[in-house]
């Protein structure tokens, strides 16, 4: 199959809109992508035509929406080459995942003056479950410094490492710079100090393949809604030895084996991490999502984004004030979002001024405001590339910066 990009974005009904009377250009991915007809249609029949509660009644439904969420769990075991379905315990996205591992890991490991390396390029929420965990255990937080051109110092990184290391958790990709971790080699040297591996790949998962296996890590998170899927569900892939060792998260119907008021047991994995009922409309439709950017092949989809972003940079960077961050600024390859600022302007009234002009682009601090310290800005623009923008687009996004700079000439 070839990368289509008219049919992908005839497959995409909200692209055809327009904003302010100008057709819609969505740069905003890295917050959330839109849906495929198929994602939407997917979830829709099943609330029209199999709609039951899973793992519980005897009945017909009940046992055709419990395989659907099974077979969910299957197409996501795939999509990551996890082991087996025991290692995919289904969130509500990457935060919940991420508080999961913390939570549950510095309970259970953890004890006061235990140290969690994590990185300057964070986002919150690899930051702030670790800092509950500080307050709750008494654990310290180290940081890996990142260079000026926003890579993690991996000479820093090897030097963090002692005897009271007890964890890395750490971004995949960056959502404010696109800086791709090198994280094979950070796991290699973590292992090497017996110590497991968080990955937060809420900005790596829709834009290239990820092989679990391969990566070597101990978890992995990400969210539906960054790829294509619906909100409300994400996944947590954890190494079945750790999610075995990990005492549950949440309580109630699901996660137990038996429940009387001397003695609860809890159920095996991954039921030990879901309880209550799940989102097992949102996880079919996240199935259809991982099956869609399956079938487009996520190795063409980081090609072709990446033609996108270095386009862009490359694009952007001739606009007179421009100041763009991050390893594309300095010809690296990238992958998702790249974010500038331009001299003069305030990053909020460019983006709204250009969503005046129909683009759509996220500014602030992105939830990772240690970084914008480190970068010694309040917040940037951030424009954010899914697989389906096109170059015509990235043109649009420049031509609309010029403008907002000559309203400020
Ligand atoms: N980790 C990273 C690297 C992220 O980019 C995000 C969301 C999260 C975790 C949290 O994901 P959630 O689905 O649980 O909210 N990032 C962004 C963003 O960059 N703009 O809006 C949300």
Known sequence: MSYDLEQIRRDFPILQRQVYGRPLVYLDNGATTQKPRCVVEAMTDEYYNVNANVHRGVHFLSQQATELH??????VRRFLNAASVNEIVFTRGTTESMNLVASCFSE???QEGDEVIVSTLEHHSNIVP???AQARKGIRLRVIPITD??????????????SRTRIV???????VLGTVNPI??????????GVPVVIDGAQSAPHMAVDVQQLDCDF???SGHKVYGPTGVGVLYGREDWLDRLPPYMGGGEMIKRVSFEKTTFNELPYKFEAGTPDYVATTGLAKALDYVSHLGMERIEAYEKRLAHYAAERLQQIPGMCLYGPMAYGAEGSGPISFNVKGIHHLDMGTLLDRLGVAVRTGHHCAEPLMQRMGVDGTVRASFGLYNTLDEVDVLAASIERVCKMFA
């Open 70 to 75: 099974e077979q969910s769990r299957e197409t």
């Open 108 to 110: 259970a490991f953890m």
């Open 130 to 132: 670790w800092q509950l």
């Open 149 to 162: 051109e926003g890579t993690v110092c991996m000479d820093e990184y090897r030097r963090l490492f002692n």
């Open 169 to 175: 958790s750490v971004a995949h990709v960056s959502n």
């Open 184 to 193: 094979r080699e950070m796991t290699e040297i973590a292992h090497a100090h």
């Open 220 to 222: 992995f998170a990400f």
